[in-house]
Nanobody, 126 residues
Framework: QVQLVESGGGSVQAGGSLRLSCVVS????????MAWFRQAPGKDREGVAA???????TYADSVKGRFTISKDNAKNSLYLQMNSLKPEDTAMYYC????????????????????WGQGTQVTVSS
C-alpha cells in the first residue's frame, strides 16, 4: 500500500521559514499529481499548493509569493518551501496524491486527491 509521510514541521517566529517534505513509497511517484493542504483548529481543510505530473503549479492566494511547491521524482519526494511565515499559517499540513492523472491547474480541492499523509504541525508565533 502506498504511503505518504510528511516531515519538517515545527515552531517558528513570524517571518521565518520552514521546508516541509513528503516522501512517497512505491515506484509511481512520477505519475502522480501532488498537493499540500492545511487545516487550522476549527477551520476547514484548505488547499495550499499543487503540482501536477508535468510540473505545473497552483497556489492559494494566501500563500502566493511566499510558498513554493516542488517535487523530486528521483527521490519520490514532494516539498513545500515556506518563507515569510505568518501566524495565520499555523496549521496541520498534509500532502496528498492523485495517481495517473495530470490535474489541470485551478482551485485545489480535497476531492481531487485520493491518498493522504498523516500531517505535520506548523506553528508560527508572533
Amino acid at each position: 500500500q502506498v504511503q505518504l509521510v510528511e516531515s519538517g514541521g515545527g515552531s517558528v517566529q513570524a517571518g521565518g521559514s520552514l521546508r516541509l517534505s513528503c516522501v512517497v513509497s512505491g515506484n509511481t511517484f512520477s505519475r502522480a499529481s501532488m498537493a499540500w493542504f492545511r487545516q487550522a483548529p476549527g477551520k476547514d481543510r484548505e488547499g495550499v499548493a499543487a503540482i501536477n505530473t508535468i510540473g505545473q503549479t497552483t497556489y492559494a492566494d494566501s500563500v502566493k509569493g511566499r510558498f513554493t511547491i516542488s517535487k523530486d521524482n528521483a527521490k519520490n519526494s514532494l516539498y513545500l518551501q515556506m518563507n515569510s511565515l505568518k501566524p495565520e499559517d499555523t496549521a496541520m499540513y498534509y500532502c496528498a496524491a492523485r495517481w495517473f492523472a495530470t490535474v489541470v491547474p485551478g482551485p485545489i480541492r480535497e476531492g481531487t486527491y485520493y491518498t493522504w499523509g498523516q500531517g505535520t504541525q506548523v506553528t508560527v508565533s508572533s
